[in-house]
């Protein structure tokens, strides 16, 4: 049995309570975060409910779709749930912060032939759909009618089974719905990925929830950034911090070899082996890269 949590919408003095994905493409992915932030996390997939009472939390382990639900009428504090559930559950929940994972993009489908390959011929029509609240909020913002017909999951038979028109869904490569005789058009409906969410009176001044931001955020900066070290030439220090400007510019330090300095700096995981060749070029030496397990900006 579910143990329901209670909470007013700002802590005052007691523990801060975070509801986490118990299952799917987030659950897994959203503990490894916390993890990484210094918070607890559970080891039994059946425990509904865990404190860190070191951290001042209580973590709610709760099915995705209903997090935006209890975030939004006050009942917990902070959640993690994907955009596009905050969005599809017409909640006053209010997104805080996105987490870097779980992306996801949802799109219009119809049948390649079937004269329905604008979103202005959804008017009017039949769509099936998982998530209705996100389609519907899309449609009335372009001035659109259609009758939605909310299915859960393998929406892409509903076109064949005769319920729907059209289709909107996750679409990845689009594979899956090409084997269905299903072709995308018009703009994406949401670009999703996880995100923190929180109830809308909630104050982000609060220390328990400062701190959780700020740990996030340090895990993002740890996992898309690391840190270069090298020594090079006072001559060619120039060339080398254009190529490594950090986020606050490089740190440099005077060597005992006359003319050279050491410097380390930040720069992005991405392509980061490419930036060690290009130092190289400039003169830089005993280049070092080094990954970071997590940082405060």
Known sequence: ?????????????????????????????????????????????????????ANGVEFYYLRPRDIAVY?????????????????????????????????????????ADGGINEIEHLHGRRIATSYPGLVEQYLAGKNLSARLIPLDGAVESAIRLGV????????????????????????????????????????????SVQQLLRRLDGVLVARSYVMVDYNVAQADLEAACELTPGLSGPTVSQLAKEGWVAVRSLVPRADSQRLLDDLYQVGARGILLTDLAACRL
């Open 1 to 53: 049995m579910t143990q329901t949590p209670t909470a007013s919408t700002t802590p005052n003095g007691g523990p801060i309570k975070i509801a986490v994905p118990n299952k799917g493409a987030l659950s897994e992915a959203a503990a490894v975060m916390l993890r990484e932030a210094g918070y607890r996390q559970r080891t039994d997939p059946k425990e509904l409910v865990l404190t860190d009472e």
């Open 71 to 111: 975030v939004g009428e006050g009942t917990l504090h902070l959640g993690i749930t994907g955009r596009d559930m905050l969005i599809d559950s017409h909640t006053s929940a209010v997104e805080v912060t996105a987490l870097g994972f779980g992306r996801s993009r949802f799109r219009f489908a119809a049948p």
């Open 164 to 207: 729907a028109d059209a289709i909107a869904d996750v679409v990845e490569t689009g594979s899956t719905l090409r084997k269905a005789g299903l072709a995308v058009f018009g703009e994406a409906i949401c670009e999703s990925e996880a995100i923190v969410i929180r109830h809308h009176d909630l104050s982000l001044d609060n220390a």
